[in-house]
């Protein structure tokens, strides 16, 4: 048969890629289905871009469980991947005798966890670490960190590329059936595949997949969280994640710093019923109200208060999937074989926050469940290990000079604001799972992130994906399909 492939995995975010990098350590032969141009254009890289340590959730749940290990497991993961992770620490800041009561609950839930090193401290300690925030005292959580959302999906999905993993980009799936032989026939709006495994890691899109595999029932409600990004000269007063007291579902507006030394404002969980069809639209979905952000500024300046317009250098939005009960109840992760009605597919449904921090338990722990059913000849050539894109902003000047004499495009800086070189746009054009959207190529190298916003490179990144792609200046696209940058030439040259 045409196209038979050992596993399809629906969904290349971080939780899918995760997955396709474990099932590459076997001698299989995996695809994944992404219905976007890229493998962090929705949830993954639409968040906060925080290592929760795994204090907020229940003892026992499968998001407390994953939690503490992805959280230990961060920084090999980063040092094998190149990708970038700090290990801030973060305070979950409070000023009433309600708020310390809350806050030792938290503390007592994260040490059943198994979560270390976790203390109270007293406004003289908070203040000592944060000199610019407003709180009295704090719950300490050395273990939480932050990390680079993008390269973190990206490094994975190359890296399960490497390993032979194919990625099949703007693949939406329309229909799934399965043969008298167990075969599963993904129809996709680019073609029709064949596969004997199907996971369903299709994050917003879990629910239609679950019930195209015939898992019905599932209750869903998503959470469309803003964000205010400050510009980078704001980092310097935020040196971890400053966070309010939590409640039972939400973890409040709270003040982030970046791996880039940005500041990030929010989110403000704003309950969506339902999703508009087909689920992800851009124009849907990603708009940001002024009133959103004026609501953040205001809230979240009772706890850092140097939240000004002039920082603010760009807005953005994610979508969280939540799993409820018929109560409207938020629902643990759901990870499911039903040997009954879809044997040999993997369902994961409601993966939201921690998801980012999860994302290699839980494909370990997919993984599992299907050797339980197969057993899987491992795959000597596997290489866990992969090298990311050079930063030339992060080099010192004896390090500039020898990448410029080894390769003088070094030389050339094409984002001002990020001191990216033309070197680094020409590899991230030649990625390997073959991205040349605008923003793919942004996510890549950070250029058009600046205090500009790309008001300088942005034509001449475009201008250098129609060289090396050989496209036109209609066919670059910005993100999705359709979102074209230029519509036709200004002005044509004189013959």
Request: aromatic letters at 8%.
């Amino acid at each position: 048969m045409d196209n038979l492939f050992d596993c399809l995995v629906i969904g290349g975010g971080v939780v899918g890629s995760a997955i396709a990098r474990e099932l590459s350590r076997y001698r299989l032969k995996v695809g994944v289905l992404e219905k976007n141009l890229d493998v962090c254009y929705e949830t993954s890289g639409r968040n906060t871009a925080v290592i929760h340590g795994g204090f907020a959730y229940n003892t026992g749940s499968l998001k407390a469980r994953f939690c503490v290990e992805g959280n230990r497991g961060m920084t090999r993961l980063a040092e094998e991947l190149d990708f970038r992770f700090a290990r801030t620490g973060k305070v979950l800041i409070g000023n009433s005798e309600e708020d310390r009561a809350s806050l030792t609950r938290t503390m007592a839930q994260g040490e059943r966890n198994g979560v270390e090193g976790l203390k109270m401290i007293d406004g003289d300690e908070l203040h000592r670490m944060v000199p610019t925030v407003n709180g009295k005292f704090a719950m300490w959580s050395p273990s939480s960190g932050i990390v680079d959302p993008f390269m973190y999906t990206i490094a994975l999905a190359e890296n399960a590329a490497m390993n032979g993993v194919r990625y099949f980009l703007d693949n939406r799936v329309t229909a799934i059936s399965r043969d008298a032989e167990g075969i599963y026939r993904v129809t996709t709006s680019r073609g029709v595949y064949h596969t004997r495994w199907v996971v369903n890691s299709a994050g917003l899109g879990c629910k239609e997949i679950s019930d195209m595999l015939g898992l019905t029932g599932y209750g869903l409600v998503f959470s469309k969280d803003h964000y205010i990004i400050l510009d980078q000269r704001c980092g310097k007063d935020v040196p971890l994640p400053l966070y309010t007291v939590p409640s039972n579902t939400y973890m409040g507006i709270h003040v982030t710093p970046t791996t880039d030394g940005n500041v990030l404002v929010g989110p403000d969980a704003e309950e969506l019923p339902e999703l508009p069809h087909p689920a992800g639209s851009q124009e849907a979905l990603y708009d940001v109200p002024q009133r959103n952000i004026d609501f953040l500024a205001e809230d979240a300046s009772i706890l850092w208060p140097h939240i000004h317009r002039k920082d603010y250098i760009r807005t953005y939005c994610g979508i969280l999937p939540k799993w409820v009960d018929g109560n409207g109840a938020i629902q643990d992760f759901k990870i499911e074989i039903r040997d009954d009605i879809a044997p040999r597919a993997v369902n994961l449904v409601g993966i939201e926050s921690p998801g980012l921090t999860c994302a290699v338990p839980i494909a370990r722990y997919v993984l599992s469940m299907m050797m339980e059913r197969e057993r899987f000849a491992p795959n000597p050539d596997f290489n866990g290990r992969r090298k990311g894109i050079r930063r030339f902003a992060e080099m010192t000047d004896d390090e500039r000079a020898e990448a410029i004499r080894q390769n003088p495009d070094y030389g050339e800086l094409i984002c001002r604001c990020e001191k990216v070189s033309r070197a680094e746009i020409l590899q991230a054009i030649h990625n390997p799972l073959g991205v040349d959207t605008l923003t793919g190529i942004k996510y890549r190298t950070r250029s058009m992130m600046g205090r500009c916003q790309g008001g300088y490179c942005q034509m001449r990144v475009e201008q250098m994906i129609e060289q090396e792609k050989g496209k036109r200046e209609t066919e670059v696209l910005y993100n999705r399909p359709g979102s074209r940058v230029l519509f036709g030439k200004i002005r044509e040259e004189a013959r």
